[in-house]
């Protein structure tokens, strides 16, 4: 099959609720609005002259670190040196971050500077008064590097985090990830059993396979102890039908929602179907997931499931090569199994009517880098905008702040080419303990990326995660006005719906009932402002 370069996001990453401090946030428009007004730190055009980069600064500082970061952590120290600078690293568990990060903000423990996962969160931010803007002048001043490569792919990025008194968030870019759409993965040793040499194509061979994972003994126990697929996958069923339920999309050039088209319907009354017949595991209301690393797919790794589609494709990489990156799923199968477990990549199932594909998204990236209330202060402000230019504008240092220091924590390979990693420091709690990682640079630079990527590593994701015509792109990438007052609720009363119907609680025409319910409780306030947003953008 032809393969087509067209731009997705991966997903899906790590929406966030913040159940805590969108409770104890709550008070009529006025007060929010000078709350906004105090934090935000932007009133006067232009740039801060009494910014003084020599001066010693602490910051709060927050993103995604994946374990401890030691206190003599060298990429810290570094960074600290250089900048002079103090960081006080926001230790969160990341299993337990939206909680904790909700009682925090709540409290009024605000960090300078910290990653949100998605523009309705942003914006929830920005209204609660917990983030302060920064202006384009600003912007081109101290982070000229990190705009030129935004604008090197999209310069229309940053229309989606801006506000009439400037900029609410720093946007990312999602590549070279980005290209290629979410993993489907099987377990290679079910197929083989089951005399598959290759995976399905079309939603009548998965439905097939599905079904034999379920009932023909694929582990070879001698028991009906294995099911065909649990909620990840689900996606690629919505898609074989032409959807994915949780994004806005185009009808007859008008943006829709695409949880009540009518071919949701179609998804879930065979979803329904495979649930009745047993071939859905009953845990899949809970997820996949059960502990750990949250895009491990514990059901597939014990042997629950035979397919899954959780985390993106990198989570399911195989080592091509010594010192090459292997994927936390692939880790959790070669222990669980001691070495005789396998995977295999498919393509996204084929439906009736010529649709397939799951999450694609474009360019930009779901995340965003923020600045806390109290970085209003220029001397706050400016300095971490320029750590992040540096980082982001040099190849040395983002290398050091990516990896470790070379030499010490990683080597390039025998091709000159491959950064290896050296033992120790090569999963993402080791790099994490040395402030590596996505400590400092939370975001990728695809420029750089680029530079130590072999041509097999490119030509297996391709092969296994790049299909031509597959996928469904969010439309609506930026926060609607209401969406704080409406979405949350609307996708709860979507999830709860949706799963009385696959569970057999509820008949198929209940969707009918939900599409209404939907329209009435916010949902035709966010089309009517989803198409209003289009028309700016057409």
Known sequence: MKKFNFLILVLFLFGILIAGCSSSTQGDKKGDEKEIAKNTGSDTEGTNDDYDPNQEVELEWLTYQYGHVADDAPVKKFLEEKFKVKFNIWDMDVNERDSLLGTKLSAGNIPDIMTVYGDTDLQKFYQQGVITTFTKEELEKYMPNYKALIDKYDEGIWKFAEREDGYIGIPS??????NYAKPVVYRKEWLEKLGWNEPPTTLEEFEELMYAFRNDDPNGSGKKDTYGLSNSAFMNVYGAY????????LRDDKVVWSGILPETKEALRTLAKWKEDGVISP???TGENTGGYWAIS???VNGQIGVSSLGEGYHWAERLFEGGWQGQNIDALEQQTKGKGGVVFGQPPVGPDGKFGNIVAGTKGSAYLAFGANASDPQKKYRIMEILDTIYGDYDTYLLVRNGEKGTHWDLGEDGVTIVQKEGFQSADELAQIGAHITFAPFGNPDFAQRNVRPEGREYNEKNLLWE?????EVVKAALPSDTKYKESLIKLQQEVFT???????????FDEFVEDWKKDGGDQLTKEANEWYDTIR
């Open 469 to 473: 015509g597959a996928g469904y792109e």
């Open 500 to 510: 009385r119907i696959i569970n057999g609680d509820a008949n198929i025409d209940k």
């Open 283 to 285: 845990d899949w209301i």
């Open 298 to 300: 514990n059901a597939f």
């Open 242 to 249: 032409g959807v994915y339920p949780e994004f806005w999309t």
């Open 173 to 178: 870019l999602n590549l070279p990830d980005g």
